[in-house]
């Protein structure tokens, strides 16, 4: 069978201020009609750069197509001029990206963008008039499971949720029938139960309508139950290709198994760190109400409603739930962030509710938080010195002149080499940010931290280092942690005991193996059945039912 | 919509109010009178003079009756034009200075634009540079340079256009609203560059370049509705400000317009005509605010259906 996509030796550089960077150096592969290609690696392996150089949708310059063909169907997309491509974008070749949110355009009526192609097709003869358009659209808008779609066309984007953001890209790719759709990380920015039901779809479009599909991700994982084949990509260079099975089962690539092995799976093995006696954290009947203004009219959001926790001394408490269900709030809401309307936050025995903002200082020093996005959550101008240094010398921890001593010291501790010291933010990695934003948090020697998806924005393997230093430094320092994060997987890796939140509310606790073999409660066990296996075989089935 | 344009206009009192007492305040600290720069005047004249405009009672007295008559909308008799109205001579040199700033509001959306959106499409290139740079020269030009050269070249050197006057020969607009319009539309073009270049880096025009659109669609469609918001936010006091700033335009082409009255008016201490522009002026900025930041809101679904669920 002839490939209906071939590309050979394909590179890509970025000629930048500083320097040469070879995003793509010497990459081919080939995808058959009906075949779904997953490209996996790390951020900044050069898979985005790949798909994205094949549309010709990269920012030129910096970016330069230095060599190689991309075979589509007898033409070669790398040479073709800008009318043709024209022909193949949106047309033969769909793409849906990574991020709904902000893929859509927020000025225009999802119709308007759905039916774009329809009644701007470059070639004058497939054009259709807004009318058909419109029917087609309603009707695809259906089959990708847009409830009410008649009234829905007329929507704008910040009227859907994420999901169904995602799936009117879907429908807006596949309106002109492609027969190679390009998905950039399509699940990435969405929750475990809605990932598996978008990735469902794709499989299940893909099957009924025989279009090849080129997967990416950086999670393999999520790939296991819909590729054919494989490539994995490592710095811009191919690592390995191969069948799905050969890759997961047979690889014999030391990259491919590093990425393999920091997938988080399996039962937990550690022991239970929970300390006897009074627990840390007791919160009883928090409520954390929000006016919300944004409506037609103003509703009170129950962020989170009469909820109770205790959190022993020692142990890492997970809490999981889709966004939404108030988990970030919660975690808050006990640190006194936002203000609650109901419910007290016992701390080591004192009501923290009660307390005045001044007399909560000499508190905050005993409880820190870890955000999500270290890109955001560090000050862009303050050294890694300057950030470490900042509370050891407002809590009054370090004078002076220990402080560079003890800035250092917390540097070994979260594994940054002490020439960093002097740097900004911007010079380092995900990961190594996220290391620093951990050092911050516990320059003060607190008792309680709470992380809230502190590894969400990370690659797997990064991810894997991340969750290892926090079991580390859990230990070490006697901490008592409260884990936060809608991944499944990483939570029972870490977490001693689990408590499942949804809109607001407490679905059910307990230890968490315990949880994990019996969950009580419908909302967790389809939870549970939403987390893809990394595994080829269990995934493909678990898919079909 | 309605209760937040209310809303707004609410907020305008108390912001009208201290622009009255403080114009108040300074045009009466100001040494000199408005009967003092003439010839001498014998005292009893003067003293009469000041007796029929009330000059003669203590200033928080003509401060309140001041304030009650710009109530019921009556700005007072001018000192200097005797016999006629605040009210009348404002009234007679508007139509010309509003009508030359909607040309000139014309020549600065259209070329500013035009320019902000070239520069836009290939930054860092000739085609951003070219246009910036000639932005940038428009914005350190002042008008009273800019008129007269413009006179110059195409008044008299080429002998296309007339060199002053208003409405009395065919063409004899176009180059005062060229010289009132420039200055704006330079701005124009520099915002207009900004908002394109941040749209034009959003995910969602990738997602149009992704769907096959011509580079006519995306930027035309796709990009200018947000692009073009910064611009529309300006809009507002720019016009306020054209209409303001007039007065150096309507000089040197002899317009007889709003502008000639307003600084006249401080230079005789025209006390009445000082304040009855000024509010003037402060009332059309406060409106022709509300006016642009309406239609930015209009602009933005998510923000028209919030304020739609207010009102």
Redesign the interface.
Known sequence: MAALLDVKNLKVHFHTRNGLVKAVDDVSFSVNPGETLAIVGESGSGKSVTCYSL?D?LPKPPAKIEGGTAMFDGEDLLTCNKDRM??????DI??I?Q?PM????????VGEQLI??LI???DKERRQDRATAKLRAIELLNEVGIVDSERRFDS?P?EFSGGMRQRV?IA?ALINEPRLLICDEPTTALDVTIQAQILELIKKLQQSRDVAVIFISHDLGVVAGIADKILVMCNGVAMESGTTDNIFYKTKDDYTKRLLSAIPEGAKTMKNRAQAGSPLVEAKNIRTWFKD?????TITVKAVDDMSLTIKRGEILGLVGESGSGKSTLGRSILQLVPTQEGTVTFDGTDLTSLSPKQMVPWRRRMQMIFQDPYASLNPRMTVFETLAEPLLYHGIANKHNVTEQVQALMDDVGLARAHMRKYPHEFSGGQRQRIAIGRAIATKPELIIADEPVSALDVTIQAQILDLILNLVERHNLTMMFISHDLSVVRYISDRVMVMHHGVLVEQGNTETLWAKPKKAYTKNLLKAIPLADPKSERTRLSN | MFRFALGRLLQAIPVLLVVITMTFMLVHSAPGGPFSADKAVPAEVLEALEAQYNLDQPLWQQYISYLGDVVQGDMGPSFKYPGRSVNELIYSGLGTTAELGFYAMLVAIFIGVIAGVTASMRPNTMQDYVPMTAAMIGICMPSFLLGPLLVLVFGIHLEWLPVSGWNQIPGDKILPAITLGTGYAAYIARLSRGGMLEVLSQDYIRTARAKGLSEFLIIGKHALRGGLIPVVAFLGPAFAGLLGGSFVVETIYQIPGLGRFYVQAAFNRDYTMILGTTVFFATLIILFNLLSDMLAVWLNPKLRQQVRGEG
Do not use: C, I, Q
């Open positions: 549309l949708l024209r022909h193949f974008r949106g047309n769909a793409m990206f991020d902000t893929s859509l355009n927020p000025n225009l009526t774009e192609p701007y097709h470059p704008y910040h890209m807006m203004f944004s409506g037609s009219k």
